[in-house]
């Protein structure tokens, strides 16, 4: 379970897959939910074409609550490599991947995130606000490769976090 504004991924990811319905006449669309296995990961992203990744970024300049859309292949030089709970952040982990030669082509959507020191699934208004963005660019990404989707629950980030501490993954 990711707390506070660090599981911003986390929870986006699951109000994507509760909140859409994704189609497409030449491709699938799988959403999982990393947590903050990294390395981990390895093996599922490279069974996959195309990777878009939810996370957290920690950024030059940046204001809690901003979004990121890029490329992994030209990271904007604001972006750095550290700020997270993850084991090893996950833009290693791409690096790594790279190395062996089995990344698949990936995009990042990130937000900045207020470090929070307290337990709580509570995240901060700017990243909600920020989430509502995050959003918005899956989805024009999501039409961009053919995707069509439909709305199939109206529900909030803050509402998905609050309902993973009841699941079991």
Do not use: W
Not at 43 to 59: E, H, K, R
Not at 66 to 83: A, H, L, R, T, W
């Amino acid at each position: 379970m990711m707390f506070s504004d660090e599981g911003v991924g986390v929870h986006l990811c699951r109000l994507m897959e509760r909140k859409y319905k994704f189609t497409s006449k030449e491709h699938s669309v799988t959403f999982v939910d990393g947590g903050t296995l990294a390395q981990a990961l390895i093996p599922i992203i490279a069974s996959y074409d195309y990777c878009i990744i939810f996370d957290t970024v920690d950024t030059d300049g940046g204001k809690i609550g901003d979004v990121y859309f890029f490329d992994f292949e030209n990271i904007p030089n604001s972006i750095k490599f550290q700020g997270s709970v993850h084991e090893v952040e996950m833009l290693h982990t791409l690096s790594m991947m790279d190395m062996v030669g089995d990344r698949p082509p990936t995009k990042i959507v990130g937000i900045v995130p207020e470090v929070i020191e307290i337990t709580t699934l509570e995240m901060t208004q700017p990243v909600i606000e920020g989430s509502k963005l995050m959003e918005k660019t899956f989805l024009n990404h999501m039409n961009e490769l053919g995707f069509k989707y439909e709305l199939i629950e109206e529900v909030d980030i803050q509402t998905v976090a609050n309902d993973s501490c009841k699941e079991e993954r």
